[in-house]
């Protein structure tokens, strides 16, 4: 049967937020990249929260767009309402969230896309992977259509045999009532890929004209608002906002959710999908915790255009009349009428375990895959692996060595490697306690660690880069001059510590020092600091930070290099551990299944005990006495 | 771990003998021992003595001298683990080369893990490549039994306790973790003071907990061994056989002894603590009652039960409680009585128990021998020594309590000095990561799941 074919470099399967980031990645290397959606109107969708960013997931975009991601800078264009979170708390948690304008987001990134040369959008559902030799051929499309390429990257999100219930209700459909993919699974299965069954939730949409906002909390957004990107303008960002809103649930609400229970299809056993802990829906809530009388609902607007609302913290797959009754309840809901009704979505994803830290399949060369699809949720989580995918695609057809962050430069790579190496079998959220390093990966200096990787990959320019190199040593040569200035108990001194209650001098200390102390910092230093140079205010930052945390941001360098120490010895991934005498028969399953790219790795995963470790590095060693000659590319260990 | 961080061990037998060598090997070798060896006539530091010099003086924890030593010096490559190693040869009290071990450890090296040397000395290409197997599997062994010993050596009361602690710390890194995940949510208003509170408390735990390895009861005390068995089955007659005087007061009356009894005795040169319980059974006396259940608690901790069965009556509901109890444990079952007309037979107890019987008679004194040889047998024959293996885990654990102490006390400085509360959770998990290699758990995913099920959140 004749039938259409065409040839690319790169397909992207789906186009939420990872295979937006992927297509774009791989598209703006240079490479002819196809983007498959099943609706060309669905591009970029947010079909749960209205927001971007928030704790840690704000990291997560910065750090996206330090290395010449797209999400960042689409937000600060869309953005209806931004705040900086945690701002009391230490500058590691800080974090940035906006509210979006939902309609404005899609339809920015949408024209982002379209106008990015190399990159090609084609509406068709992808249902078969073309493979052969454990070697990615391309793809064919449900017309029958094959697309013969050089990678894939498969980013399908929650569409895969999706399935939207609430009540009694099943619809067959991917959110929103988009079309699901039911074909692709089969296909996947049939390459000897391990699927999971995940569930999630999102809460009802609401007609704002039938709230009663008198009755919740106002909630503003700042006055002075940090831009996403570092590339954005500062200035461009301050505009007007609107608010979001506050409310909670009562007795009366979680009588009426637990009086339905055995109606509800997640008690009932009718959702087989393994739902999130962190977005649980609020009769999960009340459920757990039977002691709490009112829970948070957070009303935030869906956009500009839109009468919409939607109940953040009220998500369900209650049936219908019982979501009605329960939103009543609320105090500013008594009348509320729903437009979208809250629903469980389920849908099939993989065992993230058979991917390399590249975010490669382990047994497939060439197939990539990022987002929902690997396992997590969220939309930002999505965006960084979509990214990561994309360009070590790119890079693969360059025959250069994959991009990896390890654990100690980005949440992206806590991120992924936490994704390839730890059992799971939830939807994986980012969260700042999953990151041992966090003093050092601070959403404020995403720049400094990371736009030099975006460099050598090809997405930064030089002028940021050079940017970059000027900053690390502005902030470098001020922290010297703070920590070598001396400053004695002149009369000028004193009566400035005494105007910010600071104990006055008694001998003569160093401005690092003051700047240490907690109720002072180094702006307001300028008063006593004559020979300051002018610097921007992100240097400032950098510097205050630096001198401030010091002994803790020193600390956290040592672990660092030890662990460094660690990441940098590398396994062969064709190695056999059944080769090793000694290694326990659990070690040597689990370091056959996860096959582990160094020894770091390798003691992450459960199972592999630190004599394990032991055994393996001596192994090792004896290797590369044995053969000298090919160790760089058979089983080595690079001596730190 | 395999760092080229400095490690310390104790090099030579751990029993009481002429003279113990505690090696140090590592970048820091020599700067480590400086701080503590005080030179007797020379000024200089070790680190600027040449290879292969032996230097005579004193180690010293700040003002208080330890010990009489002599220091040899190593520099890397030309030495075991191809490091910079010093050898501090000490007087060879086990106390002493325990407590130079511990000082070099305060001062900054790390105990070094078991076979740990050898491995370095591998690694480095000092040791030839037919001995790798062999490397592997002193590794191996030697891991495996000291993860076993590790948590076996810890007395019930003490991993109960390393246990509450890490459930406490974990509860507020969770609570700090949560607030900041969900900052709208979860308010930290006041908490620093509430904190400052509870690290107090921990922090005075652990210094009684750590207090107790000093006057170690393992090492003091030897191997705790628990005598068990129904009232007047003769367990206080044994008592002093071992003991060699009339310390408990044997009686014909069932239950005679009603709190316990310790003494200290060296057999065959190991060192026991046995406890002599009251009789076990169903009493509504309540001093008795005080009695009984204080052998139960003894019993937990112990590290051999002897259980002593009266040969002369039948077995009764107090037997099988006792039964029911050593089962699982190391345990050696006494048939006692012999001297009278016996109702039953080592055959019969040994079915019952799947336990060794030993049959004798306390009042005559005859079978005590078979019970030492057992005892012997049971501690010494095996793949282990048992004294050694005690000690370096008894100095492990202390190693780990005073760690989690020192990150309880930077958590309290971060307080004082007004840090943000993130800052807390970070030497709130190192403490808890310290206690934890204790009972051999790590952090993980502990905090994850502690955060989502003590602690409601998310959209």
């Known amino acids: 049967m004749p039938c259409l074919t065409e040839n690319y470099d790169i397909v992207v399967v789906g186009a939420g937020h990872a295979g937006c980031e992927a297509a774009l990645a791989a598209a703006r290397m240079g490479f002819e990249t196809i983007m498959f959606t099943v609706s060309v109107d669905s591009i970029a969708l947010m079909p749960c929260n209205p927001n971007i960013g928030g704790s840690s997931k704000g990291h997560l975009v910065r750090e996206l767009d330090a290395l010449g991601g797209e999400m960042g800078k689409n937000i600060d264009e869309t953005f209806i309402q931004s705040k900086m979170l945690n701002q009391s708390k230490g500058p590691a948690v800080h974090s940035l969230r906006a509210q979006a304008d939902k309609q404005a987001y899609t339809k920015r990134m949408r024209h982002t896309l379209e106008n990015t040369k190399h990159l090609t959008i084609r509406q068709g559902e992808v249902c078969e992977i073309l493979a052969k030799d454990g070697k990615i051929e391309g793809i064919k499309t449900f017309s029958g259509a094959v697309y013969y390429c050089k990678a894939v990257i498969l980013a399908t999100g929650t569409y895969l045999r999706a399935r939207c219930i609430y009540g009694d209700v099943s619809n067959p459909t991917g959110p929103n009532g988009l079309q699901a993919a039911n074909h692709l699974t089969e296909s996947l299965k049939n390459l000897g890929i391990e699927m999971y069954r995940f569930k999630t939730g999102t809460p009802a949409r609401v007609d704002k004209r039938s709230i009663d906002f008198t009755k919740m909390e106002e909630q503003f957004g700042d006055e002075r608002v940090i831009p996403f990107s570092f590339s954005t303008d500062p200035e461009s960002v301050q505009k007007e906002q609107v608010s979001c809103w506050l409310t909670y649930t009562n007795e009366k609400t979680h009588e009426i959710i637990r009086e339905n229970l055995d109606r509800s299809p997640l008690f009932s056993g009718a959702i087989e999908g393994t739902g999130p802990r962190y977005c649980p829906s609020i009769e999960d809530k009340v459920v757990k915790f039977p002691d709490k009388i009112r829970h948070q609902v957070f009303v935030e607007p869906e956009g500009l255009y839109t009468n919409e609302m939607y109940l953040a913290g009220m998500s369900s797959s209650l049936p219908e009349d019982v979501q009605f009754a329960m939103y009543r309840t609320v105090p500013g809901l008594e009348n509320v009428k729903i437009v979208r009704n809250a629903y469980a979505i389920e849908y099939d994803c993989i065992n993230s375990r058979q991917l390399k830290a590249s975010l490669e399949f382990k047994n497939i060369e060439g197939l990539f895959s990022g987002g929902q699809f690997n396992g997590s949720s969220g939309y930002e989580e999505a965006a960084v692996q979509g990214f990561m995918a994309g360009v070590n695609a790119a890079r693969k057809i360059q025959g250069k060595e994959p991009i990896i962050l390890d654990r100690s430069q980005a949440y992206i790579g806590v991120l992924i490697d936490d994704l390839v190496t730890k059992e799971s079998h939830e939807p994986y959220r980012m969260m700042t306690s999953r990151a041992e390093y966090r003093l050092l990966l601070r959403q404020d200096n995403a720049d400094l660690r990371l736009r030099a990787i975006g460099h050598e990959i090809g997405l930064v320019s030089d002028e940021l880069y050079k940017r970059i190199l000027w900053k690390e040593n502005a902030i470098a040569q001020e922290v010297t001059r703070l920590e070598k200035k001396t400053i004695g108990a002149t009369k000028e001194v004193q009566e400035f510590l005494a105007s910010h209650d600071s104990t006055p001098l008694k001998t003569g200390t160093t401005l690092a020092e003051l700047v240490r102390r907690p109720e002072l910092d180094y702006v307001m230093l300028t008063e006593i600091d004559q020979e300051r140079p002018y610097l921007p205010e992100d240097v400032a930052e950098q510097i205050n930070i630096n001198i401030k945390y010091e002994g803790y941001i020193r600390r956290q360098m040592q672990q660092v290099a030890q662990f460094k120490k660690m990441e940098g010895k590398k396994l062969d991934e064709k190695f056999d551990y059944s080769e090793v005498k000694s290694l326990r028969k659990e070690a040597v399953q689990k370091l056959n299944l996860y096959k582990p790219a160094n020894i770091g790795q390798a003691s992450r995963i459960s199972g592999v005990s630190p004599a394990d470790i032991s055994v393996l590095m001596v192994h090792l060693e004896q290797m590369r006495y044995q053969k000298p000659a090919d160790s760089s590319e058979k089983v080595s260990m690079k001596n730190p | ?459």
């Open chain 2, 1 to 459: 771990m395999m760092t080229s961080d400095t490690i310390a061990a104790i090099a030579t037998a751990l029993t009481n003998s002429g003279i113990g060598i505690i090696r140090v090997s590592g970048n820091e070798a020599f700067d480590i021992v400086d701080r503590i060896f005080r030179p007797k006539n020379k000024r200089k530091k070790l680190k600027e003595e040449k290879t292969y010099t032996v230097h005579y003086g004193h180690i010293q924890d700040g003002d208080e001298i330890i010990d009489e030593v002599l220091a040899i010096v190593m520099r890397g490559p030309h030495s075991y683990t191809a490091e910079d190693t010093v050898e501090i040869d000490c007087h060879g009290g086990v106390l002493v080369m325990k407590k130079i071990l511990e000082t070099v450890i305060k001062y900054g090296a790390r105990m070094a893990e078991p076979g740990e040397f050898t491995k370095r000395a591998f690694l480095n290409g000092r040791i030839d490549l037919s001995q790798a197997e062999a490397v592997i599997d002193v590794i191996n062994s030697k891991n495996n039994y000291a993860l076993k010993s590790s948590v076996s050596q810890l007395s019930g009361s003490m991993s109960k306790k390393v246990k509450e602690l890490r459930e406490k710390l974990l509860f507020e890194i969770a609570f700090i973790e949560s607030a900041l995940d969900d900052p709208e949510h979860i308010s930290l208003d006041g908490y620093p003071e509430k904190l400052k509170v509870t690290v107090n408390d921990m922090q005075e735990e652990l210094n009684r907990a750590i207090s107790t390895f000093d006057s170690g009861r393992v090492l003091s005390e030897g191997i705790r061994t628990v005598i068990l068995g129904k009232p007047n089955a003769g367990k206080s007659s044994l008592m002093n056989v071992l003991v060699g005087e009339e310390r408990a007061i044997v009686t014909d009356i069932a239950g005679t002894t009603r709190d316990t009894l310790e003494e200290n005795i060296r057999l065959h040169g190991i060192s026991l603590n046995i406890v002599d319980t009251a009789g076990i059974r169903e009493t509504e006396d309540v001093v008795e009652k005080i009695g009984v259940d204080k052998a139960r608690a003894n019993a937990d901790d112990a590290d051999l039960l002897i259980y002593v069965v009266d040969g002369s009556c039948p077995l009764d509901e107090n037997d099988y409680q006792i039964m029911n109890l050593i089962e699982g444990r190391k345990s050696i079952v006494l048939l006692n009585k012999t001297d009278l007309e016996m109702v039953l037979t080592p055959e019969e107890i040994k079915e019952k128990t799947g336990k060794e019987v030993v049959a004798v008679s306390a009042k005559e004194q005859r079978g005590i021998d078979l019970l030492e040889e057992k005892i012997k047998e049971l501690f010494l024959s095996g793949e282990i020594d048992f004294n050694d293996e005690v000690m370096i885990t008894n100095v492990r654990h202390k190693t780990a309590m005073s760690e989690a102490l020192k990150s309880l006390s930077l958590v309290k400085q971060s307080i004082e000095d007004q840090m943000p509360e993130d800052f807390y959770s970070i030497d709130l998990m190192n403490a808890y990561e310290q206690l934890g290699t204790i009972i051999g758990e790590s952090l993980e995913d502990d905090l994850v799941n502690e955060i989502f099920n003590k602690f409601c959140m998310g959209k």
